[in-house]
């Protein structure tokens, strides 16, 4: 009778990332490209499409919409109230004047993470002189109660000066004309460790690994491998040097997961991946790399200049990942000495399975998949 109440609590631990969260335990992450000199600057914004229309006080029928043309009839049928919240919320100012906003009348919908965002695109007819110019972002704060620890990543090209940064509610204005680098690497290591402690697609994929990797060596040199493997395509990603559209990245990460988990359950009590197990784990490790270079979506080819924060994000996903297997490997290795092992092993595999199972099912035909409906 234990073993059945012990099944439901790994479910309850594990597919949360799976589902729809709700409302009060959702976060996220909302992404501004801005570009301009002057009196006249652009605002490009992704808002997650179900969060905006909560947050917009629309009827079920706008938020609960599903596949693109729904959508995006939604945001046509609903601009005006969706223009009055983003306005009131992402303010543009040059010598702390305030622009004018106006948005365009025709939205796209665009897949981040297997979540639809809506695409909206801002104007912004500014006062003033040569001097800089302010942004300002309180998109889905915490006092709306349907989403928590909102941050904005502003990437912008303004008045000759380009960056990236991170608002929060916490620190919630850019102004060109500071230099912030010291502060980008403290927002972007934060950013990094956020990215992958919830990302249950990451975790999943390092316990799986964790879990047949049965010397402590074998777990350093494993997480070696996949840290060497997703920094590069990280990087190269998130510079512009490859491109690799994530309605192909994000079905093929939870193929990576179901493929490791069932190579430890084949394996019986060894190591499932066997001597494939360094070619394997590089080559999801790049895979990956796609997936958290995805997460920031700086789409400026050979921009350089942001190789700091970039550099930092990854290191914050380097410290997360080691904490996660700082944690997961002392309870597996207790596990393994239990008389449970096997029983524990089978059911943690299962799990893992089904939740990569429904993800890439989901990814590829679900609303939001390329063979969907999105």
Known sequence: MRRLYVLPLLLFFLLPGSVPASAHDATTTAHARLTGEGTHVTAELELEYDLLMKSAWLHAEAYEARGRTERLHQLAVNHDAVTEYVTERFAVAHDDKPCTPSMADRADIRVRGGKAFAVLTLAYDCAGGGGEHTVSSALFPDQESFVHSTKTLVTYELDGREGSVVLSAADPTLRTAQRRTGHQVGEFFLLGTGHLLFGLDHVLLLTALVMGARRLRDVLVTATAFTAAHSITFLLAALGVVDVPGALVEPVIA????????????????DGLGKWRLPVVFAFGLIHGL??????DIREPGSWGLLLPLLSFNVGIEAAQLAVIAVLFPLLALARRTPAARWVAVTLTAVIVTVGLYWFLDRVWGPAGPLGSA
Not at 255 to 270: H, K, M, P
Not at 291 to 296: D, E, Q, R, W, Y
Request: proline share 0%; net charge neutral; charged share 10%.
């Open 255 to 270: 193929a990576s997961i179901v493929v490791v988990a069932v190579a430890n359950l084949l394996g019986r009590g060894e």
């Open 291 to 296: 997936g958290f270079a995805g997460a920031l």
